[in-house]
């Protein structure tokens, strides 16, 4: 034992498993710990965010090129909500970003994006704000338009 953090992360963190497991506490690297577990919340959040902002997106493209509706886009967005409800299975707190104004904003601004380097359409065609509440965006039936 006796890896770095910043030597290899992967060999550290089984290090520090170990050591936890062993009742060790007075070895463990306390401070990388406490970062790495800040860092699961942050990827957590990431994740929600990135399958968000891709179901936006493509129920935009759903809504504003209703000629290319397709089998493969109802799947792609069916898809995008099984994970991000398997996310809030896992992480159920994050569910409060839903009522987060600054999160929606960004993850509206982030599928907007998306949505337009996909389509070609004026980004100023789509919604300034978020044009659905994202309970509404995840149900299984609801497809805009």
Request: hydrophobic fraction near 40%.
């Amino acid at each position: 034992m006796g890896t770095s953090y910043e030597q290899d992360v992967v060999a550290w963190a089984e290090e520090q498993a170990a050591l936890l497991r062993e009742g060790k506490l007075s070895a463990i690297d306390i401070e990388h710990i406490a970062e790495e577990i800040e860092d699961v919340g942050k990827c957590e959040q990431r994740e929600l965010a990135s399958r968000m902002s891709v179901l936006l997106a493509h129920l935009l493209k759903w809504r504003f090129q209703p000629e290319r509706r397709s089998t493969s886009s109802r799947f792609t967005i069916r898809t995008q909500r099984k994970d991000v409800m398997y996310v809030l299975r896992e992480a159920p707190s994050l569910e409060g970003k839903f009522d987060d104004a600054d999160w929606i904003d960004l993850i509206w601004s982030k599928a907007k994006n998306l949505a337009q380097a996909e389509t070609g359409i004026d980004i100023d065609v789509f919604p300034e704000l978020c044009a659905w509440p994202m309970i509404q965006a995840l149900e299984p039936e609801f497809y805009p338009g």
